[in-house]
């Protein structure tokens, strides 16, 4: 397929248009397609389509999404969902603008390299791909801001072909193609300047000064200002008959850029910073970063690029901000008018005299001043020209922040894909293409920072023999791989050490402290902990000092930052050096408490039905960080999630059973209501395994429990007796009748994973016997109930489960507890649909659906989704069933949730046997029955080929019928269970097992 923004948003496919669907899927694919290989938030993409949203845009989004899906002929692989959003990934296909900007970027680099004809080829095809205005049938209210800035980029390739045509001789081209730019851009001074080139270069001098007047008259009438200082400069030089190559033979022009290597993975940032500087004012660009990002090869290019533009000269100096004091604005001053052709004796000792007389010398210059390694405002702004002509770019460690600027960079490190080139391009391609994983691994070591990928590719050149795998090994351990990124003046460490070495007492002592932290990154609030003092502005000061990344605010509210990999391995060096082991333990237990108090502040704002923390800990959480998780808790967790994980690697490190525990406790509900399985898995392994070894039997007891619940939601039934069996066992030696309740709880739920649907009841009759003991959660009685009213749908009782079922809802909503209110609905809805009652069910699911949106419960939503599809089956309204189970199918899909995802399979194939299509319905009830025979749910199974055998049959399919019912017939048999439990819909006739 191939996609086009660069007019109206359309998709091909074969030489013919795609129906691309309503004005809002419109709007999602070029939001989609812009992004391309991002991950585009659903918040964005709502917030961009109501004004206010309703509560179904999710919804309604996500249809818009299968809408797309459909038309486009294509399932999940172009269009992904991710936890918070959705990613479109090209793949093979094609997309205009990325055709654009890659014919846009190889034409400037042509035009670099001199070779001005194959640029303006190139330039020419990137402008050929317009179709006429970028995204013409999308609401400016939509994609306004979108739209102009691919006309930017669209004008920014157009005067770039005029200036290689200009090189080239061109004139009567540039006039041509310049004349309808004017018309649409009349306040763009570069394109007026080309004009009057262009008319210079045919000999046309009393037209160019009479375009100049012109232009002049419209400026002071429309805007009420002169054109800017380019265009008066050219007049002036045109009237002085001047030649345009800059300066006059008498003075030296300077050229004293250092030598520009090859650039890797920074075409746009390079881009954007020549454009800045060739179009913006007198104030400087500055690069900010931390050493080693390639802040001064990135100077060096800009100004290589920019060498026409200033034909004066282009003066360079190294200020050495990072080293101490750096270089004194007054030798750099002496040094830049010596290379202007002044001399010593003209030189004024006086420091205000020499600026004077530096800012005249380049007065009518145009000349290029690259300062680079500032170390503060101060050191800069003597150097700077007022000139019109000339332009400053200023690199620094430091923020600069109350310097004055055009524009300020921020530079990032590589991604991985250019650091691998980077790597490539002195290790040689060859070695880098054998090993392809592992030179990524490389680069993911060194953290893209160009400095420590040049080292490691230097390295790898002196060293022929070895190969990648043995470098990323050296690389690979923490400890030792700042010695590794060393080779001759190349030092990583040595680069960072001097951004350390300006930092004062407190500040070093909050950076090595920050070394300690395993999280990726981390909220303001654990500077507190880790210093034992307030010291937030010292993270501010770190921040200037580019040696904290701030990564702006996560979703709770909190403002999140940062180390470089290869930074906090430098810190973490300097606090086993300077630091004993029991502060650095003393400090890392200080933080986890914290995080382990916040948990259990936003757990308790979670609705679920898992296991809750014993009340230990008396640590108090961060004020204003607790007020964020009792607010926004699910928010909190998303933010902390990573974090958190992270802190139970650092408790069990050190030792702390308890809080291993309680961190383990407080966040496995939200894991688990995410589906963060893998996160929930490691925190209730590794809490258990402590626990145990602890001998800690209050803890294990409750870990066992939220391990139980974790096995059931997963489907996997093999442990869940033996689970049950150890927490009875722990609860009754406690002498906890709460515990002892829950235990009986899940061994009856363990029994009916295993279809012994009698013994559940058996087991459940005691929980609910235990349960109605003083002290016990009201919650487990209710539990038990609802729990038993399933047990007796299953035996085929439903008009006995719904008194349980009502009265499990009624407590639950008493208690305002919305999502175990919103389970039990989801159960007594099914039992009604079961008995008959689709009208009441509905009425019962829908405020469950709901909920279920509102928190973010994806497995109950899908859940719902299909047992309302089942309803609408029941009422005629098919259309509305399909859709229903193909999100529900989706969603248990995409979370892994196997039995939920064989039961809207099933339901498919019920749809399917509805409309007539008996062989689809094989089809889905086939795939349903392989689920359920891997989970090991005989009921399940069992009444899946009831169905199997009824669809046999219709297709006069006698023999697979037979087998279909017998084995049917078998599994009951083993269940102890009639026919009647199976609940075969009514259109399968009399095809069922006693056919």
């Known amino acids: 397929m191939r996609f086009g923004v660069l007019g109206p948003v359309e998709v091909w496919q074969g030489g013919r248009a795609l129906p691309v669907g309503s004005a809002r899927e419109r709007f999602v694919l070029a939001s989609l397609l812009l992004n391309a290989g991002r991950l585009t938030h659903v918040d964005q993409l709502v917030d961009a389509l109501w004004a206010a949203p309703p509560r179904s845009a999710r919804s309604q989004l996500h249809n818009m999404i299968s809408n797309l899906r459909k038309r486009l002929r294509t399932e999940g692989g172009l269009i992904e969902f991710r936890t918070t959003g959705y990613q479109l990934n090209l793949g093979p296909h094609e997309f205009d603008l990325l055709e654009f900007r890659r014919l846009a970027t190889t034409g400037r680099a042509a035009a670099d390299r001199g070779e001005h004809d194959t640029a303006v080829r190139l330039f020419t095809g990137a402008m050929a791909l317009w179709r006429g205005p970028a995204l013409a049938d999308m609401a400016d209210e939509l994609l306004g801001d979108a739209r102009r800035a691919l006309h930017a980029e669209q004008l920014a390739i157009a005067e770039a072909a005029l200036d290689a045509d200009l090189v080239l001789g061109r004139f009567d081209d540039v006039l041509r193609s310049v004349a309808p730019l004017i018309d649409e851009h009349p306040y763009r001074e570069s394109l007026h300047e080309k004009r009057m080139r262009a008319l210079l270069a045919t000999g046309r001098r009393a037209d160019a000064l009479e375009h100049y007047r012109r232009t002049y008259r419209s400026f002071a009438d429309e805007l009420g200002v002169e054109p800017g200082a380019a265009l008066r400069d050219l007049e002036q030089r045109i009237l002085r008959g001047d030649r345009f190559t800059g300066a006059t033979p008498a003075s030296p022009v300077p050229r004293q850029l ?149 524009a300020r960079w921020r530079v990032p490190v590589l991604a991985e894909d250019d650091a691998v080139r980077l790597l490539a391009a002195t290790a040689g391609p060859a070695r880098v293409d054998a090993e392809p994983g592992t030179a990524g691994e490389i680069a993911r070591l060194c953290g893209g920072l160009p400095l420590a990928v040049s080292i490691a590719a230097a390295r790898l ?259 869940l007796a033996a689970l049950a069996e150890e927490q009875l066992a722990l609860a009754r030696a406690l002498g906890d009748p709460e515990e002892e309740a829950l235990a009986l709880l899940n061994a ?25 003991r003083p002290g016990v959660a009201a919650s487990l009685s209710r539990s038990a109930k609802s729990a038993l009213a399933a047990n007796l749908v299953y035996l085929g009782r439903p008009h006995e489960a719904m008194p349980l079922f009502r009265t499990a809802l009624r407590l639950s909503e008493e208690q305002q507890d919305v999502i175990v209110a919103a389970l039990n609905r989801y159960h007594l809805g099914g039992c009604l649909t079961r008995a008959g009652l689709p009208e009441e069910a509905e009425a019962v699911l829908t405020p469950a659906l709901e909920v279920s949106l509102r928190y973010g419960e994806d497995t109950l939503w899908a859940y719902v989704q299909q047992v309302l599809a089942d309803v609408d089956m029941r009422r005629g309204r098919l259309g509305s069933a399909a859709q229903r189970l193909e999100r529900s199918r989706e969603t248990h899909q995409r979370i892994g ?99």
């Open 897 to 995: 949730e196997g039995d939920g995802y064989a039961e809207a399979l099933r339901s498919t194939g019920d749809l399917a046997a509805l409309r007539g299509d008996w062989a689809a319905a094989i089809e889905w009830l086939t795939s349903a029955a392989e689920i359920w025979r891997r989970i090991g749910s005989t009921f399940e199974v069992a009444a899946t080929l009831a169905r199997l055998g009824a669809a046999h049959l219709a297709t006069g399919d006698a023999g697979q019928a037979a087998a279909c019912r017998g084995e049917a017939t078998e599994l009951l048999g083993e269940m102890r269970l009639g026919e009647a439990s199976l609940y075969l819909p009514p259109w399968y006739g009399s095809g069922g097992i006693s056919a």
């Open 461 to 719: 050149a002196a060293r022929p023999h070895w190969t990648l795998d043995e470098l990323r090994e050296r690389l690979d351990h923490e400890h030792g791989r700042l010695d590794e990124l060393s080779i001759g003046d190349l030092d990583v460490r040595a680069s960072i050490a001097l951004s350390h070495a300006a930092l004062t007492p407190p500040l070093r002592l909050l950076f090595r402290r920050l070394g300690l932290l395993t999280a990726p990154s981390w909220p303001a609030w654990v500077v507190e902990p880790l210093t034992g003092a307030p010291a937030a502005r010292l993270l501010e000061q770190l921040v200037d000092a580019h040696l904290v990344e701030q990564l702006g605010k996560d979703d709770a509210g909190q403002h999140r930052y940062r180390l470089h990999d290869l930074v906090a391995a430098f810190a973490a060096e300097r606090a086993r050096a300077e630091d004993t082991a029991a502060d650095r333990d003393g400090a890392l237990e200080r933080v986890v408490h914290a995080w382990a108090a916040l948990a259990a502040t936003a757990d308790e704002r979670i609705p679920h039905d898992w296991a809750r923390a014993p009340e230990r800990s008396r640590v108090v959480a961060p004020p204003a960080a607790a007020a964020l998780a009792r607010h926004s808790p699910t928010a909190w967790f998303e933010a902390e999630r990573h974090s958190l994980i992270a802190a139970v690697a650092t408790a069990a490190a050190l030792g702390h059973t308890e809080l291993v525990g309680m961190l383990a406790l407080h966040t496995c509900g939200f894991l688990e209501l995410r589906s963060y399985r893998d996160d929930a898995d490691y925190v209730l392994a590794t809490a258990i395994r402590h626990a145990r070894a602890a001998g800690d039997r209050e803890l294990l007891v409750r870990l066992l429990g939220a391990l139980f619940i974790a096995c059931l939601r997963r489907d996997r039934h093999a442990p």
């Open 258 to 406: 250092p030598p520009s290597g090859a650039l890797t993975g920074r075409d746009d940032l390079l881009g954007e910073l020549v454009t800045t500087v060739r179009s913006g004012d007198v104030s400087p660009a500055v690069l900010v970063g931390p050493g080693g990002v390639g802040k001064t090869a990135l100077a060096v290019a800009a100004g290589h690029r920019l060498a026409d533009d200033f034909p004066d000269g282009q003066l360079y100096a190294n200020l050495a901000g990072s080293q101490g004091g750096g270089v004194e604005p007054h030798a750099v001053i002496g040094r830049f008018l010596r290379a202007a052709g002044v001399l010593d004796t003209a030189l004024p000792d006086d420091r205000e005299e020499r600026v004077a007389l530096y800012r005249s010398h380049f007065a009518a210059r145009r000349v290029l001043l690259v300062l680079d390694d500032a170390g503060s405002e101060d050191q800069v702004r003597p150097l700077l020209l007022a000139a019109a002509g000339c332009r400053t770019v200023v690199t620094s460690r430091h923020q600069l922040g109350a310097l004055v600027t055009s």
């Open 748 to 772: 009856g739920r363990a029994a009916n994973r295993h279809s012994d649907f009698a013994a559940a009841i058996e087991w459940l009759e005691r929980a609910a016997a235990c349960a109605s």
